[in-house]
Structure formats: structure tokens, C-alpha cells
């Protein structure tokens, strides 16, 4: 869980190969309650018919989220960045976090592989 001036920001992911897949990613994400009550859940997947993204109100963190997987070469997953808003607006620094959370996916993968 990353922390900047209240908003608090959690990452998830999975192995999808359909929309359908995303969709149940998404809504087994939101059974928990403290996602289901969160501000944004950001996502992006790369699957076998092409690329998917949803902002989720938190305008351009999809597009974000979905070219990091791209130069990571990320195939058949899905990314889910969930914002709970602080309070401040974070300008700018709300991608920095989002870049952030992908980056601990990222590493979260690296160390299961190894």
C-alpha cells in the first residue's frame, strides 16, 4: 500500500485473456468492501485481441497503466490500481503513484518467477 498526503493506493493483477476474465477480476475486486467503497479503480489489460483500459474518473491512469505493460511486454493481464482519495489533490503527482503501484507489480511478478 502506497501513501501520498492522505490518499492511500493499492495494486492488483491477474492473468486474463478476455474481457470476460477482466470483468471477473473486477468484480471479485469489488466484494471486498473497501475496494468497492474506493474513489478510482484504474485498470488496463493487455490481451490476446488487444489492449483494454477504464479510468474509472481518475482521468489518463489507464493510459498510464497500459503503456508501462507495454514496455514491460505484459501480456494477458490485467492491472488494477485503486485510489482511496486523502482529501488534496495531487495534481501531477497522482501518476507518479500510479507509475509507482505498477512498479511494485512489476516486482511482485520478478519475485514469483525467481
Given at each position: 500500500m502506497l501513501s501520498d498526503r492522505g490518499s492511500r493506493y493499492a495494486v492488483t493483477g491477474a492473468r486474463v485473456t478476455s474481457r470476460g476474465d477482466v470483468d471477473a477480476v473486477l468484480?471479485?475486486?469489488?466484494?471486498?468492501?473497501?475496494?468497492a467503497k474506493?474513489?478510482?479503480?484504474t485498470w488496463?489489460?493487455?490481451?490476446p485481441t488487444g489492449a483494454l483500459k477504464a479510468d474509472?474518473?481518475?482521468s489518463g491512469a489507464g493510459m498510464v497503466i497500459l503503456r508501462?505493460?507495454?514496455?514491460?511486454?505484459l501480456k494477458d493481464h490485467v492491472i488494477v490500481v485503486t485510489r482511496w482519495y486523502g482529501g488534496k489533490?495531487?495534481?501531477g503527482d497522482r501518476f507518479r503513484r500510479v507509475q509507482d503501484a505498477v512498479r511494485a507489480y512489476f516486482d511482485h511478478?520478478?519475485?514469483q518467477s525467481d
Open positions: 468484480a471479485e475486486l469489488k466484494t471486498e468492501r473497501a475496494y474506493a474513489t478510482h479503480n488496463a489489460a493487455m490481451l474509472d474518473g481518475e508501462m505493460m507495454e514496455r514491460e511486454g489533490k495531487l495534481g511478478l520478478a519475485r
